[in-house]
C-alpha cells in the first residue's frame, strides 16, 4: 500500500508562481511513473505532467513551458513548479503514483488562481 500526501497548494495572484509537492509513502515502495493531475469544478480529471523513475516527462499543452515536473527518488518526491499561472488554472491538483504497476491517488491540494 502507498499513501500519497500533496501540499503547497493556495491562492495565488495571476502570473505568479506556486510549487506543490507529493510524498508517496508505504512498505516497499518502488515507484515507476508519477504525475500531476487536475480536475476543475464541473471538468474531467486531466493530466498535466507525468515524469517515469528515469526522468522522461510530458506535459499538457495547456501548460508547456510554463511548468516543470521534478522528482527526487531518493526521497519518493515528486513536485510541479507552476510559473506564469492563469485563472484557468485553478483546480484540485492530485498527484498519481504507480507502484508495482498499481496505480496511487493523493487526495488533491487546492490551487486557485485569482486576484
Known amino acids: 500500500q502507498v499513501q500519497l500526501v500533496e501540499s503547497g497548494g493556495g491562492l495565488v495572484q495571476p502570473g505568479g508562481s506556486l510549487r506543490v509537492s507529493c510524498v508517496a509513502s508505504g512498505r516497499h515502495t518502488s515507484l515507476t511513473t508519477m504525475a500531476w493531475y487536475r480536475q476543475a469544478p464541473g471538468q474531467q480529471r486531466e493530466l498535466v505532467a507525468s515524469i517515469t523513475r528515469a526522468g522522461a516527462t510530458t506535459y499538457a499543452d495547456s501548460v508547456k513551458g510554463r511548468s516543470t515536473i521534478s522528482r527526487d527518488n531518493t526521497k519518493n518526491t515528486v513536485y510541479l513548479q507552476m510559473n506564469s499561472l492563469k485563472p484557468e488554472d485553478t483546480a484540485i491538483y492530485y498527484c498519481?503514483?504507480?507502484?508495482?504497476?498499481?496505480?496511487?491517488w493523493g487526495l488533491g491540494t487546492q490551487v486557485t488562481v485569482s486576484s
Open positions: 498519481y503514483a504507480v507502484n508495482y504497476y498499481t496505480p496511487y
